[in-house]
């Protein structure tokens, strides 16, 4: 009697586990965060949206449904919304800022690239760190 009990309860105790790390997992993928976007324009024709976003280090392209988003920068944090503002002021570039959803692994991305981007008031390396994490939301993204 005591192993048929013992049995049903580690039976149980792992149907419940291997359900909460399903539920998690699911839901973990599924979280979605609000980022500033700073966009550069948006255009009908791919073309036009790759030649501006050649005027830009490390800009990326959205595709969207009437057209294509050129992306300057994203960001998160005041601190690094502030950085890239200046950074994107710098370059003569005009921006349009505007809320963009994304998901739990861009977040993450966006997270350690901020880390970094709040060290630093190096304009060169600003530049990189932006281009470089733009690449890796592309990436992510795709």
Same mark, same amino acid.
Not at 34 to 40: C, E, H, P, R, W
Not at 134 to 142: A, D, F, G, V
């Given at each position: 009697?005591?192993?048929?009990? $013992? ?5 149980? *105790? ?5 359900? @909460?790390?399903? $539920? #998690?997992? @699911?839901? *973990? ?6 980022? +500033?976007? *700073?966009?550069?324009?948006?255009? &009908? +024709?791919?073309?036009?949206a790759?030649?501006?976003? &050649? ?9 969207? %449904?009437?057209?294509?988003?050129? $992306?300057?920068?994203?960001? #998160? +944090?005041?601190?690094? &919304?502030?950085? =890239? ?15 963009? $959803?994304?998901? %739990? &692994? ?8 901020? =880390?970094l ?11 990189? =760190?932006?281009?470089?994490l733009?690449?890796?939301? %592309?990436?992510?993204?795709?």
């Open positions: 009697m005591k192993k048929k009990i $013992i049995t049903i309860l580690v039976a149980l *105790f792992l149907g419940g586990s291997m359900g @909460f790390l399903t $539920i #998690h997992k @699911f839901n *973990f993928e599924n979280t979605t965060y609000k980022f +500033s976007a *700073f966009q550069l324009g948006v255009y &009908k +024709s791919y073309d036009n790759l030649e501006k976003a &050649k005027t830009a280090n490390g800009a990326i392209i959205i595709s969207k %449904e009437n057209g294509y988003e050129v $992306i300057g920068a994203i960001a #998160h +944090s005041d601190a690094s &919304k502030a950085k =890239l503002k200046e950074l994107l002021v710098k370059d003569n570039l005009e921006y349009y800022q505007k809320d963009i $959803i994304l998901n %739990e &692994k861009v977040k993450e991305t966006v997270d350690e690239y901020e =880390l981007i709040n060290a630093t008031d190096d304009y060169v390396v600003l530049e990189k =760190l932006n281009e470089q733009l690449k890796n939301i %592309e990436e992510r993204m795709n």
